[in-house]
Nanobody, 120 residues
Framework: QVQLVESGGGLVQTGGSLRLSCTASGSIFSIYVMGWYRQAPGKQRELVATITSSIRTNYADSVKGRFTISRDNAKNTIYLQMNSLKPEDTAVYSC??????????????WGQGTQVTVSS
């Protein structure tokens, strides 16, 4: 019932920047928290950053100081500004949202993911 669509991935060189976006749509009453996760080849999925409805943020140590997550509540959209990219950042980045449906119940939805590749 809730769909997430990511965009902004691509191929960049080491030290470059990208901005990812994720928009949630559907019968949404409220979104409590949205976040970005990533999965690199041969590795488990890991949390990158989260942001709550009150705009409180949390970052993985590996991206702290380089990535910035932000949120536009009116648009049900989050962004991930990625600076000083490293090859280690190469992964499929997926958007996640947790909240309440308009007609009751909670949801935990995932987007399809967008590929970020950082080359040297």
């Amino acid at each position: 019932q809730v769909q997430l669509v990511e965009s902004g991935g691509g191929l960049v060189q080491t030290g470059g920047s990208l901005r990812l976006s994720c928009t949630a749509s559907g019968s949404i009453f409220s979104i409590y928290v949205m976040g970005w996760y990533r999965q690199a080849p041969g590795k488990q999925r890991e949390l990158v950053a989260t942001i709550t409805s009150s705009i409180r943020t949390n970052y993985a140590d590996s991206v702290k100081g380089r990535f910035t997550i932000s949120r536009d509540n009116a648009k049900n959209t989050i962004y991930l500004q990625m600076n000083s990219l490293k090859p280690e950042d190469t992964a499929v980045y997926s958007c996640n949202a947790n909240g309440r449906y308009e007609r009751g119940g909670i949801f935990n939805s995932w987007g399809q993911g967008t590929q970020v590749t950082v080359s040297s």
